[in-house]
């Protein structure tokens, strides 16, 4: 876990503290951060138990929904006659069920070689709406770069500056516990 304030968050008439200060701050989150990881653990151990409990359950389910599907299907596809002319299809208790146009798939074989028979055989306008082509910046690759060449790219840095935070060595308990406190700050905005 992560945290930092952003500069407008940060106050300046804030009084001064000292080191002892901040130690017994970190000893009260540790205790808040303690308390969050054994509700995080506690829910994970009851989900487990619920889906262990559930499980045989939800399995036999699926296995039954499939082998109603298949059936359905097969007297459907032996049954084609039912669903000519204007009516195509049926609802019965929920299910629509008949036949259906199916969109034809393009198979591409040799990707390469229809790539190249395409640049040959069609002028370029023909081409646009049959090819792409990508191209991207790389940022982390621009970072390296030195700053008299940014510039001359039309590439800014922003300004690096310092701010307070706060990083958790965390277990997985604090990984959701955070990913749920980053929930609840984006709901908020």
């Known amino acids: 876990m992560i945290r930092s304030l952003e500069p407008h968050e940060q106050t300046r008439d804030a009084k001064p503290v000292t080191l ?5 701050l970190c000893k009260a989150l540790r205790t808040s951060c303690d308390a969050g990881e054994k509700v995080v ?7 487990l138990a619920l889906e262990k409990r559930f499980a045989g359950r939800f399995v036999k389910a699926a296995d039954n929904i499939r082998a109603d599907m ?8 032996t049954s084609r006659d039912l669903f000519r002319g204007a009516k195509k299809t049926e609802t019965f208790f929920g299910f629509r069920v008949g036949f259906m146009k199916k969109p034809g798939k393009v198979v591409v074989v040799d990707e390469a070689d229809t790539i190249a028979r395409i ?6 306008k023909e081409q646009s709406g049959l090819l792409k082509v990508t191209k991207s910046l790389v940022k982390k690759g ?5 700053g008299d060449l940014l510039k001359k790219l039309g590439v800014t840095l922003e300004a690096d ?3 307070p935070f706060v990083k958790a060595e965390e277990g997985d308990a604090m990984k959701r516990l955070n990913a749920l406190i ?6 908020a905005k």
């Open 20 to 24: 002892e200060d901040i130690q017994s």
């Open 41 to 47: 653990n506690e829910f994970e151990a009851e989900k």
């Open 70 to 77: 298949d059936e359905l299907l097969i007297a459907l596809a």
């Open 119 to 124: 640049e040959k055989l069609l002028s370029p």
């Open 142 to 146: 621009l970072s390296a770069l030195p």
């Open 161 to 163: 500056t310092e701010a």
């Open 182 to 187: 980053q929930q609840d700050g984006e709901e």
